[in-house]
């Protein structure tokens, strides 16, 4: 598929997605559009960062737009279910931004706000809903949302809903659609669940599959950096002072630690927010937004937090700590390789985390490379100023504190690391 002209979407969507810059399909729109805009079903295996967004939203924009009909008040002609609060309000993002002029309506529920302006929003009926399951479910319950005038079910991320626990909302909301309609289920991967959900759910489907993780995982240029638990701070902002690193996501295991991170960042005087499920929605989306816009240069989140922030210009993503799920190291570092662009994955791995990598390198079927020129590699446990002193009024290492480990965890006096069995 050479260009968008060629795909017969109406002119004001062509206009609006070449007012976005886009000259050409990305390959899932290339293969979905054209099925789509024929009321094909759709199964798609695809991740964030491949354009999906675009090659589901388009067709329905198109369809609704070519068919206006007056929705009555609670309905909605198509439904676009998503795993994140996050990934809803892009999505509702994209949609408002892709038809401009068509005068479709849209909105978006989730929870973690007051449910209010949802109500409202639904009371005279939408053309597209975007939604996460859980607040949905609620208003749905409350007769808020009815799904007579449904045309299109989007299933998006349907591994992740799986992940997160929310598959039997998922499925408590399909029972409630029209059995007559036009059924999309995209997801990163295929667990048994899903295929069997897809199999229930899709008609005559097509299947696309675009850019295997591992393909994506490729374009990224991926370092290791062995450091001691304790250095991993010192290290960070070392690696933070070079300004040449733009945008900067930063994982962490957890909430605490990402709270953990950004104050020792503050406390180096480097500008960073930090993006978690214990935020409130406001806090998350200043921090997404001042991220997107450049007045942050770096934001630290956790896994679950950080799923498919659409910010396509991240330069760097740094694991401070490993994930414990291989799948998730090429979630995290796919932040970075967005539309095709290339980008740096430093991964921290301390003592205690070369299983983790090994793991990973096993998922990924590549060794990632040692990066042994940084400024803590091989250096010994920091010692913070409130570190117990010895009896002398010392602070000291402990005896084995002068040594490097090398990946399988094993010690090695010269700092050389062992080669890899
Ligand atoms: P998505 O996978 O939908 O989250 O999209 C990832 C990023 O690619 C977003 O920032 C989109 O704006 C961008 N994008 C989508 N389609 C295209 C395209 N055809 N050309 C260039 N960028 C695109």
Redo the contacts with the bound molecule.
């Keep these: 598929m050479s260009d968008?002209a060629s795909l017969n979407l109406l002119p004001s969507i062509l206009a609006a997605?070449t007012k976005?810059?886009?000259?050409?399909?990305?390959p899932?729109?290339g293969q979905c559009i054209p099925h789509l805009l024929n009321g094909r079903d759709l199964l798609g295996i695809?991740?964030?960062?491949?354009?999906?967004?675009?090659?589901f939203a388009l067709p329905i924009l198109n369809r609704l737009a070519k068919n206006k009909i007056k929705t009555k008040p609670a309905r909605v002609r198509s439904l676009i279910l998503t795993p994140t609060r996050e990934l809803a309000s892009?999505i509702d993002a994209?949609i408002k931004t892709y038809g401009k002029g068509l005068n479709l309506f849209s909105t978006v529920i989730f929870g973690g706000v007051g449910p209010r302006p949802q109500i409202m929003a639904m009371s005279r009926g939408v053309d597209i809903l975007v939604a996460t399951p859980g607040r949905l479910l609620d208003l749905m319950g409350d007769g808020h949302v009815l799904f007579e005038q449904l045309e299109v079910f989007v299933l998006d991320e349907a591994d992740r809903m799986l992940d997160m626990g929310f598959l039997r909302d998922v499925k408590k909301i399909i029972a409630k659609l029209p059995k007559k309609r036009q059924t999309l289920l995209f997801s990163a991967t295929m667990p048994d669940d899903i295929a069997r959900l897809a199999t229930s759910l899709l008609k005559d489907s097509i299947r696309v599959e675009v850019t295997p993780e591992e393909k994506t995982v490729e374009k990224i240029d991926q370092k290791i950096n062995m450091v001691d638990r304790s250095n991993k701070p010192l290290l960070l902002k070392n690696i933070l002072e070079d300004q040449a690193l733009k945008s900067v996501l930063v994982f962490t295991r957890t909430k605490y630690g990402a709270d953990r991170v950004v104050k020792h960042l503050t406390r180096a005087s480097i500008d960073s927010a930090a993006i978690h499920g214990n935020k409130s929605q406001g806090a998350r989306e200043r921090a997404l937004g001042g991220f997107r816009t450049g007045k942050v240069r770096v934001l630290v989140a956790t896994d679950i937090a950080a799923r498919?922030i659409?910010?396509?210009d991240i330069t760097h993503v740094i694991n401070y700590d490993l994930p414990n799920d291989p799948k998730s190291y090429v979630h995290r570092i796919g932040r970075t390789a967005?539309?095709?662009r290339d980008g740096v994955a430093i991964s921290f791995c301390d003592q205690t985390e070369v299983k983790l990598l090994k793991d990973i390198e096993k998922f990924i079927r590549f060794q990632v490379p040692v990066d042994k020129t940084h400024a803590f590699h091989g250096v010994a446990p920091h010692i913070s100023k409130s570190a117990p002193a010895n009896r002398n009024g010392k602070r000291s290492f402990n005896k084995n504190s002068n040594r490097n480990f090398n990946r399988n965890g094993q010690k090695s006096k010269n700092g050389e690391r062992k080669k890899d069995s």
């Design positions: 968008f997605v976005q810059g886009y000259t050409t399909p990305t899932i729109q695809a991740q964030t960062g491949t354009g999906k967004t675009a090659a892009q994209n498919g659409d910010v396509s967005r539309a095709g």
